[in-house]
């Protein structure tokens, strides 16, 4: 590694120091890390590789079986793989019960910190104790094993002992985001025919509460499936209990019994589903069973995060309702007996620089953010971060989306001082754990670029016609062996599964739906998706998803939406609109636009910006270009428009375009 220590600091400015950083192109890991790191000897990638299922039994022992599985891998049916299913296992008696008897009841499990700086300590035998009332509670409801529960929380504590409790039964969880709408919710909750939902009477965001349980009920009120909604009462805004159907969370559970023993279930057993945006509006349900699951991001978070469990403080800033919180605030943490910070609140609330302070607080020594996150704190200002201490954090790690080299080297000196290696890890909420990312102690990292494989885990790059690898230059990343936690299948809908992603290279290659390159040693950069999918700000939404919110709005004859490479949120959403007749786009349409957006999905996936639009540029079969409007969306010059059926649409988006920076000046 360059010597960075030796630049003459002070006499120069962040900004500087950053750009020189950008010549260096690997950092080793520091040899104060390698000392006490777990892994450290880059044998274990061949060990791996020598038997890749023989390495995920290994793992896969670390964990607590009712029953131990005598059988790896089952790949009679591919892609419908199986792993260890003569086991018997229990999610929730892993990241609990386990722990207590190990005699660590009194280790925390989480440090949950409130908005308006309330804190809750919550032990591993709190969990146990909680975990129990409300799986008794869900029972007393007559949930039953198989059944699918809908959770729609915000990030209270209350959120992990549900999705534990139906863990615990059997009951399949299915964790709806916060930040989307309760429409999003009734959609999720009728297509798994959810028989329970647990939800809050209000969340606060940011000093304001919002009404979440009345919004649910507006959206759910005529859904036959759903029979029961649990409510916690984290704020007392103001909500009606309907009869028969409402219950308070804290009142089932007083009523409810102490001890409920885990189900011993087959290792196969569906834990969750896990909706997800893909190429059409129709959200993908993205199933993941007990054993497999568990083996993979217990495994992965020991070794990507070096996880000391006695003496690190683990801190995941993604929110529950995304597979990063599933995967890596409650099962990997928890399997794993680690102690968390779990924080309710919006990174600039109430101050810019919470984090940090929380941080320092509770002494936090591994931090997994996305890199949009780091992006805003580069913008805010190193002063916000410069007034706390973080001596004693010693690993970052980034998901969601490729992290620019500027914000890679701006999170390596300003919150790791420089000593802490970063991981970068590439997966998906169909990979369920992490798949590419540097072993901290052991490979050597290069900013943006999310390395190699995790041990046991095999990826390519190939061309998009014959699927053959290529050594050069960009192609489509595949994974090309069974992983355990891999998704099973798409929720009932086992063809869909097929279609998006064994069906391109045949039933044992996975196609990411990613676009990626190797370079000459190896090393995979992730480009970025190849379907209709946006990523904005972290949160994958489907292009098909916001243009069907759009075009529901009575004006709107059509839409095409595209993803726009933004500064701040990675992906902004910009959307061209043709209206019905007459009518002109005006200020007003804009925001009513925007708001049918925030009701339909969410308020993160309301379009950045609106572009009118006469016509669409269409091929001659109809199929809209999407290539030709991200390009004059981004004022480039247009490309061959000879296949358009009408050439003439583009000149008109492109006056539109001018007329619009023309305003903006
Ligand atoms: C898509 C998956 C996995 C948790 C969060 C998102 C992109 C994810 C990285 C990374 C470059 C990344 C990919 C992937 N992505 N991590 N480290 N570098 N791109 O889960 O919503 O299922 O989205 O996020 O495009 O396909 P998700």
């Known amino acids: ?77 591919p892609p419908f793989y199986k792993w260890f299913e003569d086991g018997k296992i229990n999610a929730s008696y892993n990241c609990v019960d386990r722990h207590v008897e190990a005699g660590n009841g009194d280790r925390v499990a989480f440090y949950w910190h409130g908005e308006e700086g309330e804190s809750r300590e919550i032990t591993y035998a709190d969990l146990h104790r909680d975990v129990q009332k409300f799986a008794n509670a869900l029972k007393d409801l007559g949930i039953e094993k198989g059944d699918v529960v809908g959770i729609y929380l915000p990030m209270i504590p209350e959120v992990a002992v549900a999705m534990l ?75 009606e209990m309907q009869d028969g159907r409402d219950v308070w969370y804290h009142e089932i559970c007083d009523a409810a019994d102490d001890e409920c023993p885990a189900e011993e279930l087959e290792a196969e057993h569906p834990l969750y589903i896990l909706y997800s945006s893909g190429s059409t509006a129709a ?28 003496s690190d403080v683990y801190w995941c800033s993604a929110d529950v309702g995304w597979v990063t919180g599933h995967s890596y605030i409650v099962y990997g943490p928890l399997a794993n007996g680690a102690t968390s910070v779990m924080f309710e609140g919006a990174p600039d609330y109430p101050h810019k620089g919470i984090w940090w302070e929380l941080c320092e607080k509770y002494k936090v020594t591994l931090f997994y953010t996305a890199p949009t996150a780091i992006r805003a704190c580069m913008k805010w200002g190193v002063e916000h971060v410069e007034k706390f201490d973080l001596s004693a954090m010693r690993l970052l790690g ?39 990312t540097p072993l901290p102690g052991i490979v050597s990292t290069k900013p943006g670029s999310a390395t190699r494989p995790f041990p046991g885990i095999e990826a390519d790059v190939v061309d998009e016609s014959e699927g053959k690898p290529i050594d050069e230059g ?25 279609e998006t992603y064994f069906s391109k290279f045949g039933k044992e290659t996975y196609l990411v739906g990613d676009a990626a390159r190797k370079d000459e040693d190896g090393y995979f950069w992730i480009i970025g998706r190849i379907d209709d999918v946006v990523n904005v700000s972290g949160h994958r939404l489907s292009t098909a998803e916001v243009e069907s919110a759009i075009v529901s709005h009575g004006k709107v004859a059509e839409s095409a939406v595209i993803g726009q490479a933004d500064e701040d949120v990675g992906q902004a959403i910009c959307a061209f609109v043709t209206l019905e007749g007459e009518t002109e786009g005006t200020d007003e349409l804009v925001e009513e636009i925007r708001a049918r957006v925030g009701d339909r999905i969410g308020k993160f996936a309301r379009p950045k910006r609106i572009i009118w639009a006469d016509d ?26 000879t296949t358009l059926r009408d050439p003439d649409v583009m000149q008109q988006l492109e006056g539109k375009i001018k007329e619009e920076q023309a305003s903006e000046q």
């Open 1 to 77: 590694m360059t010597d960075t220590e030796a630049t003459p600091a002070g006499d120069e400015t962040l900004e500087q120091q950053l750009e020189e950083m950008l010549e260096i192109e690997t950092f080793d890991p520091p040899e104060s890390f390698v000392e006490h790191a777990l892994l450290s000897d880059s044998a274990v990638y061949e060990e791996a590789d020598a038997d890749w299922k023989g390495w995920w039994v290994k793992q896969a022992k670390e964990l607590h079986w009712f029953t131990e599985p005598t059988k790896d891998l089952n790949d009679s049916d």
């Open 165 to 239: 409790a139906c863990a615990r039964i059997g009951a399949i969880h299915n964790v709806v985001f916060g930040g989307f709408s309760a429409d999003s919710v009734k959609e999720r909750m009728e297509i798994a025919e959810a028989k329970a939902l647990v939800t809050v009477d209000g969340a606060r965001r940011k000093g304001k509460t919002a009404p979440v349980k009345q919004q649910v009920d507006k959206a759910v009120s005529d859904l036959d499936s759903l029979k029961h909604i649990v409510v916690v009462q984290a704020t007392n805004a103001d909500c």
């Open 283 to 310: 959200p993908k349900g993205i199933l993941h069973t007990t054993g497999g699951y568990l083996t993979g991001v217990a495994a992965t978070h020991r070794y990507v995060f070096d996880l000391k469990p006695e």
């Open 398 to 436: 980034s998901v969601g989306e490729p992290i620019n080299p500027k914000a890679w080297l701006w999170y390596y000196k300003v919150i790791g001082g420089e000593r802490c290696p970063i991981v970068d890890t590439w997966w998906q909420t169909e990979t369920g754990a992490i798949m590419i």
């Open 474 to 498: 960009q192609g489509l990343l595949v994974v090309t062996r069974p992983w355990p936690s891999m998704l099973r299948t798409l929720y009932k809908d086992d063809e869909r599964f097929i």
């Open 616 to 641: 669409l540029p269409k091929t001659r079969s109809g199929k809209i270009m999407r290539r030709l409007l991200r390009d004059v969306a981004e004022g480039k010059a247009l490309g061959d428009v």
